[in-house]
């Protein structure tokens, strides 16, 4: 037997005892609905957080040369060095 024939044959052995199993055990149960007077559970209300009493300044990245940068971020975090608007398809990091 090839290759091919042996996967065939392995799968239809596998339908054959999946459809004699299901056969064995027979249509599955009806599910019985919910009640429907039944109240939802009550959940609490969360309070509103308080921002934070003093926020992290932003860092800021080290100003090129030539002026403004790029400002794209890598998921590392780290930020392209080159000129804003630069022409190259690729981003340069630090």
Same mark, same amino acid.
């Given at each position: 037997m090839s290759k091919m024939d042996d996967l065939r044959a392995m799968r239809e052995a596998k339908y054959a005892a999946t459809t004699r199993r299901a056969a064995v055990a027979g249509p599955p149960a009806p599910v019985a609905p919910a009640a429907p007077d039944a109240p939802a559970p009550a959940?609490? $209300?969360r309070p509103a957080?308080?921002?934070a009493k003093n926020p992290a300044p932003p860092a800021e990245p080290a100003p090129a040369a030539g002026g403004a940068l790029c400002g794209h971020r890598a998921i590392s975090g780290r930020?392209?060095?080159r000129e804003h608007g630069h022409a $190259?398809?690729?981003?340069r990091y630090a």
């Open positions: 959940t609490a $209300a957080r308080k921002p930020t392209c060095t $190259a398809k690729s981003h």
